[in-house]
């Protein structure tokens, strides 16, 4: 949870710096994004956290817009990260066996920090290319990576079984009644 | 399967990339990536290391126990495929069934192969119980993909009243059996009961002849003592809703189970042929028999009874006599309902002996309503509103038995009886 927290107010901290840390009085109501997802942490509402993202890329969004490019990336690599610190605090951590759940943690903080970083790489690297495009080129590209993630998806899916079911997951087993 | 927050991310990436071509912004395209990047490498992550097959079993320390008794529960869940990331077990506990060592739910992570268990020890309430399977979720790290599912494991647990040994139950049946028992049977035989005194003749025993009376008679007299033999005895057990009320209706209806669960033992002890009717919510019942086994019969259908509405069975009325022999004992638990007086008088006016086992509730409510002079003064118009009910019993020819059930039924039921008698 106070990862989370922190991944949230340096999301924030990193996309004012992204505009220069304006003073601007409309800047104050994008303290919403931090709020929202900092309280989605603090209670471990699902929903919460999911707004909380979504405004946290929206305002990097916006300040890729207008500012420096490189900190809104930044800003939304610390919020993905701090999205998933949330959603692990979901878990049920204090029901595990203190020293698996410190190695849990420490995996998923791992695995979490390695793919922002890593999707913040690949955003920096994208962003510094200068290759043109045509328009309909960039439409096709974005259809064919859309249509691969749904794919994926799919596939994942249907790997999992329909309906939560699992297959080959049924237990013969009538138990130990003694 | 449970694919929320991958949704989640791919809404996102596909609003930014929506957005970004719409609006001729690539920009806003790049905002996407390290978001895609995140997602396809949480995804093959997720997809790459875990599917989880897993097999359950379940231990009880014994599948039949007495109310209050503890026992020992262990779950043990197997991997038999790859290695799940996240684990959380939970076995859901009977209701109203107390944990007091160890925990019923668990988060662990499962190697291809290991087995996580739960164990804890409970203590189990009056009842007839189904423990069907575990249930589990599955994550990988960073809940992109969540699966949760029932594994079966089942095993079934019969948790019996508790139940006390009633003495000098006093039976007095219009009609008895030929076998000995302890129902006084209104004749002439071999008892301990003063029957009364008739002329000798020939083949009397010596040692019955009464030889005071004789000296006064002038002729030899002999006495006789009252025949015990055994009975027909129906245990009619009251479970409709409305009959218990207060602030724990089941704790009450428990304490009317125990008091039927002590009738039902202290008759068969007494060599009587006990039958059972579950009345109320639905009609059950157990044929009259005889014997330990027809006894433990009579003990699992007592730890499934559970309180009900019915239309139909609303009234005690509606007993349906064509189960109790005529001329039987019959014993009925019950709260008792305003106007219940009246029928189990009808009950008794058709010829059978009705005795009525009242569990208390004002008694077993006082102590939660704690002190103060409304307390006071409604615990004083219901024992006056107790006190017209009984009499009105004793007018119908109901032989009643108020059980304070914070105390022992034995001794109270023992002083009843003495009392009767």
């Known amino acids: 949870m106070i990862l989370a927290l922190l991944g949230a107010v340096g999301a924030y901290l990193t996309a004012w710096a992204g505009l220069g840390f304006t003073a601007e009085p409309l800047w104050w109501v994008s303290l919403v994004a931090p709020l929202v997802a900092s309280l989605g942490a603090l209670l471990r509402h699902r929903g919460l956290l999911a707004a909380g993202l979504y405004l946290q890329v929206g305002l990097a969004a916006g300040v890729a817009a207008v500012g420096e490019r490189s900190l809104a990336l930044a800003a939304v690599a610390l919020a993905v990260w701090s999205w998933d610190m949330g959603n692990l605090a979901r878990a049920r951590l204090r029901l595990g066996d203190p020293r698996k759940v410190r190695r849990l943690v420490l995996g998923a903080v791992g695995r979490s920090a390695a793919l922002a970083l890593a999707g913040l790489g690949v955003g920096l690297g994208f962003s510094s290319l200068r290759v043109r495009v045509p328009f309909w080129g960039v439409v096709g590209g974005v259809a064919l990576g859309w249509l691969g993630l749904v794919l994926l998806l799919r596939a994942v899916r249907r790997a999992y079984g329909l309906g939560g079911e699992a297959s080959g997951n049924r237990s013969d087993s009538v138990g130990l009644t003694r | ?421």
Request: net charge positive; proline share 6%.
């Open chain 2, 1 to 421: 399967m449970d694919v929320g927050k991958a949704r989640a991310e791919l809404v996102l990436v596909a609003l930014l990339l929506g957005v970004g071509i719409g609006l001729r912004m690539p920009v806003l395209a790049f905002v996407a990536l390290p978001l895609a990047v995140h997602l396809l490498g949480g995804f093959v992550l997720a997809a790459a290391d875990r599917r989880p097959r897993l097999l359950a079993s379940r231990s009880l320390t014994s599948s039949r126990a007495w109310e209050g008794e503890e026992l020992e529960v262990r779950v043990q869940v197997t991997n038999q495929g790859r290695r799940v990331e996240l684990l959380y077990l939970k076995d859901p506990v009977p209701p109203r069934a107390v944990i007091l060592e160890g925990q019923a739910e668990r988060l662990t992570d499962l190697g291809p192969g290991e087995t996580a268990a739960l164990s804890y020890r409970i203590r189990v309430r009056r009842g007839v119980y189904e423990f069907r399977g575990v249930q589990v979720q599955a994550y990988d790290l960073l809940g992109f993909v969540g699966w949760s599912e029932e594994v079966p494991c089942p095993a079934a647990l019969t948790v019996l009243p508790r139940y006390e040994r009633l003495q000098g139950v006093a039976l007095a049946p219009r009609r008895t059996l030929p076998q000995a028992g302890t129902a006084r049977s209104r004749r002439a035989g071999s008892g301990v009961e003063f029957f009364g005194c008739r002329e000798y003749r020939p083949g009397d025993e010596i040692r019955r002849i009464n030889w005071k009376a004789s000296a006064r008679s002038g002729e030899l007299v002999v006495t006789e003592y009252e025949e015990e033999r055994a009975a027909d005895v129906a245990i009619v057990l009251d479970v409709r809703e409305a009959a218990y009320r207060g602030e724990n209706p089941l704790d009450l209806l428990d304490h009317a189970v125990r008091g039927a669960a002590s009738l039902v033992e202290g008759f068969l002890a007494g060599g009587n042929r006990v039958g059972l009717l579950l009345y109320g919510a639905y009609l059950d019942w157990v044929y009259p028999g005889y014997g330990r086994r027809h006894g433990e019969r009579v003990l699992r259908r007592l730890a499934a009874a559970r309180p009900g509405r019915s239309e139909i069975f609303a009234e005690l009325r509606r007993i349906p006599t064509q189960l109790l022999p005529s001329g039987s004992q019959i014993a009925v638990v019950s709260p008792l309902l305003p106007g219940d007086e009246e029928d189990l008088g009808a009950l008794a006016a058709r010829g059978y002996r009705v005795m009525v086992l009242v569990p208390d509730v004002t008694t077993m409510e006082r102590e939660s309503l704690g002190e103060g002079p409304e307390v006071e003064l409604a615990a004083r118009i219901l024992a006056l509103e107790r006190r017209a009910l009984l009499s009105r019993l004793y007018a119908a020819r109901v032989r009643p038995l108020v059980w304070d059930v914070r105390y022992p039924l034995a001794p109270q039921a023992r002083a009843a009886w003495r009392r009767v008698q």
